[in-house]
């Protein structure tokens, strides 16, 4: 049975139970649930088509590019990651903009965030923030790839800073285990969130093209109907040439990869071959987004070095362990929306903080 935008949460069932009685006593708005000041249901009187329209504009944009719902997810992780959760990302002021900063590079989706608030504008004029768009936008992205449906507290108010410097502190592929472990405690996340959206992260890209180094996915394993000819899964030779050929001394390769999986990793992207050559994520099951990614960074076959990274360290490879095996997968969806959820309350404006942006490209006041 597949899942509605209109189902509640994959919480638990006696807690959904709880949920539909309370809907139920207000008869036509969803009772909102606090997140920090952020609530469900912020715009169910004010706007209530919000978040119907910003799906709407979502399932369009997948229909056209399916490359959308990873464009979408990500642009929600590096928004968060800078300045908080408040569209600051959006901002396009130049060459001095967040935009532009090395770990944002290959961001893309813009064009459905702004499409998404000139519909909501026409609507319900002034009521809706980018940041919000955003955020819903990521769940439906999600949502739109067979993923669970999670309700997305709203209430943010947008950003009036977009400043490349801030952004240097971006978690990016090449960080080191510790390194990452400290970027996401700085924000409030835990290991276990580390493990669940780190393969969000992407690194910056060769000659503009756009590969998303996405693990998370692998949750979709729940549901079968996703289709493994989207290109969200795979990664460059670029991101992998100094993991294969100079991680260390003298050109050796890491050790962490599994000695029968090295040759195969080196016959697809060769020294100084074609750095733009795609491979899948998952080299043993690459048909199908499942959970065997995670088996694959046990046992030394992770393509992407922080993949492999969360294997050495004993926090995150507990996490990693804990969702192989049957008990484990069937968590994996709650876990990583409820990781959604989470990151999207990082540095949230919201009452008379920040702006609801007329468009989303610019603050208010300023020249267009």
Do not use: W
Not at 222 to 247: D, M
């Amino acid at each position: 049975m597949g899942f509605s935008p209109f189902k509640m949460p994959i919480y638990s069932s006696k807690c959904g139970l709880i949920i539909m009685f309370l809907m139920s006593l207000c008869c036509i708005h969803p009772i909102g649930f606090s997140q920090g000041e952020l609530r469900v249901g912020f715009y169910s009187r004010t706007c209530p088509q919000a978040e119907s329209i910003v799906s709407s504009v979502v399932r369009e944009a997948t229909l056209s590019n399916p490359r959308t719902p990873a464009l979408l997810l990500r642009m929600q992780f590096h928004d968060c990651m800078v300045e908080g959760c408040d569209g600051s990302i959006l901002i396009d002021n130049g060459n001095a903009g967040e935009r532009m900063a090395t770990g944002n590079q290959g961001l893309g989706g813009f064009d459905v965030i702004d499409k998404a608030k000139a519909m909501l504008e026409r609507v319900c004029k002034g009521v809706v923030s980018c940041s919000d768009i955003v955020a819903l936008a990521a769940r439906d992205a999600v949502f739109l790839r067979n993923g669970p449906f999670y309700q997305v507290p709203t209430g943010r108010r947008d950003g009036r800073v977009s400043d490349i410097s801030h952004a240097a502190n971006i978690p990016e592929v090449g960080d080191s285990i510790q390194l990452l472990k400290s970027k996401f405690r700085q924000k409030g996340l835990s290991d276990r969130d580390l493990v669940l959206l780190s393969g969000i992260l992407c690194s910056p890209l060769p000659q503009n093209e756009f590969f998303v180094t996405i693990f998370v996915f692998c949750f979709f394993c729940f549901f079968p109907s996703f289709s493994a000819a989207h290109t969200i899964g795979t990664t460059a030779c670029f991101f992998i040439e100094t993991r294969l050929y100079n991680f260390t001394q003298g050109g050796g390769s890491d050790p962490a990869i599994n000695p029968d999986f090295l040759p195969k990793l080196k016959a697809k992207c060769p020294f100084r071959g074609d750095i733009n050559v795609r491979l899948p994520l998952d080299p043993v099951t690459e048909e199908t987004f499942d959970v065997q990614i995670l088996r694959n960074i046990r046992d030394g076959l992770a393509v992407i070095e922080s993949d492999a990274r969360l294997y050495d360290d004993r926090a995150t490879k507990r996490v990693v362990d804990s969702y192989i095996g049957q008990r484990g997968s069937s968590a994996f969806g709650q876990d990583f929306a409820e990781a959604m959820v989470k990151m999207g309350n990082i540095g949230v404006k919201t009452g008379s903080q920040g702006e609801i942006r007329r468009i989303c490209t610019a603050v208010n006041g300023v020249p267009l």
